[in-house]
């Protein structure tokens, strides 16, 4: 009885190594003692969750020292498991679970920046960009990505004002402007649909305004030397090649 009460207190007390000799002592006594079995099982069992605790708990403070918080935080999860109340652990996930919730807003975040790019909203990716700054501010591929999205949005815009100047100079028969506009857009964005469409309507438009100009150089020299027939045909084919001259 002795040995089966100090077994017990020292169970009450989590001093499982003495609870299992104490239980071992009275099963030298009698081998089928039941309740000591129990007791025996309990300590055991309490012996390799407190070996098991203090494992944790050091792998705990090494990766919370190591900058390791993902795995700082799997390793307290599972202590706290057994010792839900442990003050230093408790510090432990708490910081630990900040910092894997940091991260997954920067991945996150980063993310959303990429995507914003590969779509072409320039201004979407920036935002982004600087949401990410603000929980890191040093982050290399923030930074990168900040001053991509910066720059193509600047690009985006010069590439829009071209289109603008470009149609604007069609409108004004100021061939030349416009094909040089088109030609600097393009320069920016080889692919942009609306100036490829420019590009080629203006350069008909530049050779056909040079032809003209040709026409009536050679239509002028007819009529200096009273060639009258002449200029009547040239004149014919520049009004054939643009009607409203």
């Given at each position: 009885a002795a040995g089966l009460e100090r077994c017990g207190q020292c169970l009450a007390n989590e001093d499982y190594?003495?609870?299992l000799e104490a239980a071992d002592e009275v099963l030298r006594l009698e081998p089928k003692h039941r309740e000591a079995h129990?007791?025996?099982?309990?300590?055991?069992?309490?012996?390799?969750?407190?070996?098991?605790?203090e494992e944790l708990l050091v792998l705990a403070r090494d990766y919370s020292k190591s900058q390791n918080h993902a795995e700082c935080l799997?390793?307290?999860?599972?202590?706290?498991?057994?010792?839900?109340?442990?003050?230093?652990?408790?510090?432990?996930?708490?910081?630990?679970?900040?910092?894997?919730?940091?991260?997954?807003?920067?991945?996150?975040?980063l993310a959303r920046t990429r995507q914003a790019l590969s779509e072409e909203r320039f201004q979407e990716a920036q935002t982004a960009a600087q949401e990410v700054?603000?929980?890191?501010?040093?982050?290399?591929e923030a930074k990168e990505l900040a001053r991509t999205a910066s720059e193509l949005w600047e690009r985006q815009q010069r590439v829009e004002q071209l289109v603008a100047e470009a149609q604007r100079k069609l409108e004004q028969r100021d061939y030349s402007a416009?094909?040089?506009?088109?030609?600097?857009g393009l320069s920016l964005k080889s692919t942009h649909t609306v100036l490829l469409e420019?590009?080629?309507?203006?350069?008909?438009?530049?050779?056909r305004q040079e032809t003209l100009a040709r026409w009536i150089e050679k239509a002028q020299n007819q009529l200096n030397v009273r060639d009258y027939a002449g200029t009547i045909e040239t004149c014919d084919?520049?009004?054939e090649l643009e009607a409203d001259h």
């Open positions: 190594g003495a609870a129990a007791l025996q099982q309990q300590a055991t069992e309490g012996l390799e969750n407190q070996q098991r605790f799997k390793a307290a999860d599972e202590a706290l498991a057994f010792k839900p109340q442990h003050a230093e652990l408790r510090k432990l996930r708490d910081k630990s679970f900040q910092a894997v919730e940091r991260q997954r807003a920067i991945e996150a975040g700054l603000k929980m890191e501010s040093q982050y290399l416009g094909l040089g506009a088109a030609e600097e420019l590009r080629q309507t203006l350069k008909q438009a530049v050779e084919q520049c009004l």
